[in-house]
């Protein structure tokens, strides 16, 4: 699962983790579930103006994203956190039997969530990769 200031970083940030993170989602190396909210969250939020992000670039990204996505529908209410969408994505979680959240806000998420680790883009690459990232 990808929180969505992962995406958001992904498409700001040419050469990141977080677009290497989105980059093996979408290629369907990596398992990644979503439910309709959290997809309605990403467009919500890459629509904000202030982000400026070109318009057919966010199409073409979450047209990827919606193709690359396991849909899960959570049958149970979560609240372990003081965000209703961080919320949202252990409910994903639960529904999807996640291994792992990557978010770029690991503070607002308890470690661990039954099973579903929380790390960063970083902690993520490193775990697909076996290896430490090297990169910044």
């Known amino acids: 699962m990808i929180d969505t200031n992962v995406v958001v970083s992904a498409l700001l940030h ?4 977080p ?10 190396n990596v398992r ?5 909210p959290i997809l309605a969250e990403y467009v919500e939020v890459l629509q904000r103006p ?31 956190t003081n965000d209703p ?3 949202m994505l252990l409910e ?9 959240i990557v978010t770029g806000n690991t503070r607002h998420f308890p470690k661990v969530w039954q099973k579903t680790r929380i790390v960063t883009p970083r902690e993520f690459i490193e775990v697909w990769t076996g290896a430490p990232d090297d990169s910044p």
């Open 32 to 36: 990644w579930i979503a439910s309709e």
């Open 14 to 17: 040419s050469g990141s983790l």
């Open 50 to 80: 202030r982000l400026a992000i070109d318009s057919s670039k966010m199409s073409e990204a979450l047209a990827r994203i919606r193709a690359s996505v396991l849909l899960v529908v959570p049958g149970v209410r979560v609240e372990a």
């Open 85 to 87: 969408d961080d919320n």
């Open 19 to 28: 677009e290497a993170v989105l980059n093996l989602a979408v290629s369907s």
């Open 92 to 100: 994903c979680a639960q529904a999807g039997d996640a291994d792992h």
